[in-house]
């Protein structure tokens, strides 16, 4: 595993380099497979990652000061998969960050995952997100209770039905989102515009 940090200023580039080497991820000058697109804004931290060349099949974590819906957007059009938030985002976080993308996951902080759900964006299909088949209101309900960061007992007391049947819906959503765990499923459905 490689990272290359590709940053809108030296200030940036060691802020970002410092949280990765206390996580103990090893950045490289060469183009590496993970990519931390850094700056203070997503446009910025892209700006600088396009000018920078890549191995095909990186994968793109954006790092930024501030994140907005609209930049999110972008970000994930860009091919990002991840999103770290700068100033709050501690160097384990980078770290798992970095480990995620090695997986092919994906991660969204998750204050701006809940701006996004209560119409915080326009959500459009991003490029290269394929269509999935609709959701039940079950499906739909329990995966918005998730969002909103609920854990399987408070839903199934929110939804008067057992825990078991949340796993259950969980697990048929999952399947039909064809996604890894609950964060992946959550930004799935963000970026398929189903929540």
């Known amino acids: 595993m490689s990272v290359q940090v590709c940053a809108a200023g030296a200030a940036v580039r060691e802020a970002v380099v410092a949280k990765l080497r206390q ?6 000058a060469a183009p590496g497979t ?6 203070g ?11 920078t060349p ?31 938030q700068t100033p709050e985002a501690t160097p384990d976080q980078f770290g798992a960050a970095v480990h995620s ?12 995952l809940v701006r996004l759900l209560s119409g915080g ?7 290269g997100v394929q269509p999935v088949a609709s959701l039940t209101e079950r499906q739909l ?6 969002a909103d960061g609920h854990a399987n007992a408070d839903i199934a007391r929110r939804l008067s039905c057992s825990e078991h049947t949340v796993k ?28």
């Open 41 to 51: 804004t997503i446009d910025q931290a892209l700006t600088a990652c396009a000018a």
């Open 101 to 112: 993308a090695v997986n092919g996951e994906s991660r969204l902080p998750y204050g701006v």
């Open 168 to 195: 259950n819906v969980i697990y048929e959503l999952m399947a039909r989102l064809q996604v890894r765990n609950r964060a992946h499923a959550v930004a799935h459905a963000v970026r398929a515009g189903l929540i």
């Open 23 to 28: 996580a103990g991820i090893p950045v490289a």
């Open 34 to 39: 993970v990519v931390v697109a850094a700056g």
């Open 54 to 84: 890549h191995p095909s099949g990186h994968r793109l974590i954006v790092a930024a000061d501030t994140l907005t819906s609209a930049g999110v957007l972008r970000a994930f059009r860009a091919g990002a998969r991840i999103l770290l």
């Open 141 to 146: 309900t329990v995966l918005t209770l998730v």
């Open 121 to 127: 964006a326009e959500l459009s299909m991003p490029v």
